[in-house]
């Protein structure tokens, strides 16, 4: 078994395996892959390094935490589809000790308040209505809102 450890291998399961361990098994590593990988978004004003949770650009920097930034990358993973709150809770929580499905609303709007400002006043997230959020990488024009408060 250490040899297969020391070939590359994360894990060792002797059979038999029981069913329930193996596909919880399996979830962590799907959850994993889809957040350890570096990832940089290219916004119209900024740049988001996802793994340090950095923005750059017009000479500010900005840090997003670490929930902030994997929302980030699950929006920008798929900027054509919308995804729902649900299927964002499930990337960032896995079906473990979850929040309320609020949180998404919460992360969304102190996220587009962060990124709005970097990006020169272009919202870089899309609210679909009754389907999710969608990552928009060119950035639009917020209707709805004419002045960008500072994050706190």
């Known amino acids: 078994m250490s040899l297969i450890l020391r070939c590359g291998a994360d894990d060792v399961q002797p059979a038999p395996i029981d ?17 350890n990988d570096h990832l940089i978004i290219q916004m ?11 923005v750059e650009g ?5 840090h997003l935490t670490t929930t902030e930034a994997r929302v980030m990358m699950a929006l920008a993973r798929e900027p054509e589809r ?19 499905r609020k949180i998404i609303d919460v992360l969304i709007c102190k996220l ?4 709005v400002e ?23 024009e917020p209707r709805y809102r004419k ?6």
Do not use: H, I
Not at 147 to 152: K, T
């Open 19 to 35: 069913r329930n361990e193996f596909m919880a098994r399996l979830k962590m590593l799907a959850r994993r892959g889809v957040y």
């Open 44 to 54: 119209p004003g900024c740049v988001l390094d996802a793994e340090t949770g950095n």
């Open 58 to 62: 017009g000479g500010k920097k900005q």
């Open 82 to 100: 919308a995804l729902s709150k649900d299927e964002l809770m499930d990337r960032l929580y896995g079906g473990e000790d979850e929040p309320e």
């Open 112 to 115: 587009r308040r962060k990124l």
């Open 118 to 140: 970097m990006n020169g006043g272009l919202d870089v997230v899309e609210t679909v209505w009754g389907r999710g959020y969608r990552f928009v990488p060119k950035g639009f």
């Open 147 to 152: 002045n960008v408060r500072a994050p706190r």
